[in-house]
């Protein structure tokens, strides 16, 4: 079956330290995204990769790195410096439709619960 | 720049009733219309989705209808159920790229 893994499902860290959540699809899709919801509210953009080895900050990306060294894998690491960590965390990812007016549907992973002790 | 707004909830109905959950939008262009549906701890799941003006995209009930003259595309079910229950998110992507921009979110509440 396609889809997206993101594990763990829960995650808890103290503070000061550094965590990587994973990101992985089998659909074959070249755009992957992060986003950040908290309680309560929509989804916010923390960036986003269209193509291997190429990415971009979104609308919240500080505290935050990436990478992209492969098309199935779009790791976030969570630095000590994101002031506000906890969160639920969605990887997304799209087969970007390379034209105007493409219709771009999102599939979502299950997310990730972070929680800073 | 793009902005989504929804009707903000929590939306509590009753098992069987009409349900309307607001979405208006503002866009450059010609944007496609989705609305998405997160279970309590999930992700989200695409629900139905309109690419221009005067479609309808429906799914499991529900419906929505791209008006481009109110910029609108408001979500109804006709008879909701208990498993409903989730939160309902409206999004659009612009003709200019591939990003997606999320409303608030609206959370419905179905009693028995």
């Known amino acids: 079956d396609g889809g997206i893994t993101q594990s763990p499902k829960y995650l808890f860290r103290k503070e000061g330290q550094n965590v990587t959540l994973s990101c992985e699809q089998n659909l074959n899709h070249d755009a992957m995204y992060w986003y950040r919801q908290d309680p309560g509210q929509g989804l916010r953009l923390i960036y986003y990769?269209?193509?291997?080895?190429?990415?971009q900050k979104g609308d919240i990306a500080e505290g935050y790195s990436v990478s992209r060294e492969k098309k199935e894998s779009f790791p976030l690491t969570v630095t000590s410096a994101q002031k506000n960590p906890t969160a639920f965390y969605l990887c997304?990812?799209?087969?970007?439709?390379?034209?105007?007016?493409?219709?771009?549907?999102?599939?979502f992973g299950p997310g990730t619960r972070l929680t800073v002790l | 720049g793009n902005s989504v707004t929804q009707m903000e909830g929590p939306v509590t109905l009753s098992e069987e009733a009409f349900l309307t959950i607001n979405c208006t939008y503002t866009a450059t262009g010609y944007p496609s219309l989705f609305w998405y549906v997160q279970y309590p701890g999930e992700g989200l799941q695409l629900l139905l989705k309109?690419?221009?003006?005067?479609d309808k995209g429906s799914n499991k009930g529900f419906e929505a209808t791209y008006r481009k003259e109110t910029t609108s595309f408001h979500l109804e079910k006709g008879s909701v159920q208990v498993s409903d229950s989730a939160v309902y998110f409206c999004?659009?992507?612009?003709?200019?790229?591939?990003?997606?921009?999320f409303g608030g979110g609206t959370r419905l509440m179905v009693k028995p």
């Open positions: 990769s269209q193509i291997v080895n190429d990415f």
């Open positions: 997304a990812s799209d087969r970007t439709s390379g034209r105007a007016g493409g219709m771009n549907e999102q599939f």
């Open positions: 999004a659009l992507t612009d003709n200019a790229g591939n990003m997606l921009t």
């Open positions: 309109a690419t221009k003006a005067d």
